[in-house]
């Protein structure tokens, strides 16, 4: 039975996934067949299979809090309100992260959104494409301007299509998955308040658009996966609770170092229960 680790974007709010994963690496705990993430889940995913502790928390906490990244005077001139491009490569190159399989314990596959077509395209990561593809799916629309082309094809943020991936990992064969949410348990994501501007903004890309419209059904649909998932699957959640204050673009430190810390605590929750056999014979757990 393959087993599947899915791990949630939301930008800054991968912060508690940074801790949760620093976590299992601490504890040298792999125990997955292959690893699915859209947005700054991928990031996250992409130092822990490398393995790699510390990197992610570097990255969102001491880079993605730089002008370099974050400028909403930048987005006023015309310009990315979130360069992910400046983020993705000067991270890499200021740690020496690893490309994927010079130190990959398990495959990684990355979400990205096709912007033609408006489905989720899963791509395992490997040394020739992971630039491109981490750009891709963290490429929020709008606040990043460009949308990123692979083989002459456009995409952008994976999460767009698909920002939990659990069902395409169930389509994959897993069979036993641990999906790491940005959101606590319970929330729901909400109708879109102003379609009309987003049906100025992208009324030359129809499917596209579309996607983003059904956006909200998809989440919660996946979110109904997760709470009642099919009777040859095992599902187990690990989410942020109520006194999570890290948002989309959260930029307070303190809130951010407050959101990682979580993440370590609700790891530890799981490992506690993964070692315990407290999983056994249920088929949804939510920590």
């Not at 801790?19 to 700054?40: C, P, Q």
């Not at 990959?104 to 990561?125: K, R």
């Not at 002459?152 to 920002?163: K, Q």
Request: charged content about 20%; proline content about 5%.
């Amino acid at each position: 039975m393959k087993s599947a680790l899915v791990v949630e974007g939301g930008a800054m709010r991968g912060i508690f996934a940074a801790g949760v994963l620093d976590k299992f690496m601490e504890h040298d705990y792999y125990a997955f067949d292959f690893t699915l993430g859209v947005s700054a889940g991928a990031t996250n995913l992409s130092t822990y299979v490398s393995k790699m502790p510390g990197l992610s928390k570097t990255i969102i906490t001491q880079y993605a809090t730089k002008r370099e990244f974050f400028s909403p005077l930048r987005f006023i001139k015309g310009g990315h309100m979130t360069d992910v491009h400046w983020l993705w490569h000067h991270s890499k190159q200021s740690m020496n992260i690893p490309e994927p399989g010079e130190k990959s314990c398990m495959p990684l596959f990355v979400g990205i959104t096709n912007a033609d077509s408006g489905e989720c395209e899963y791509i395992q990561a490997t040394k020739d494409n992971v630039d491109d593809l981490m750009v891709a799916s963290c490429a929020l629309p709008t606040a990043y301007r460009d949308e990123i082309t692979i083989n002459g094809t456009r995409y952008l943020d994976g999460g767009v299509a698909d920002a939990i991936p659990a069902i395409q990992a169930y389509k994959m064969g897993a069979r036993d998955i641990t999906v790491i949410l940005s959101q606590p348990v319970g929330f729901t994501k909400p109708e879109v308040k102003s379609p009309w501007l987003m049906q100025k903004m992208y009324k030359n890309q129809p499917a596209l658009l579309e996607k983003m419209l059904q956006r909200a059904s998809i989440y919660n649909d996946t979110l109904a996966f997760l709470n009642s998932p099919p009777s040859d699957c095992t599902i187990r959640v690990i989410a942020p609770d109520e006194a999570f204050c890290v948002k989309r673009l959260t930029m307070d430190k303190k809130k951010l170092l407050k959101g990682y810390g979580q993440g370590r605590r609700m790891a530890r929750r799981y490992l506690k229960l993964s070692s315990g056999n407290g999983f056994r014979h249920q088929k949804k757990v939510a920590l």
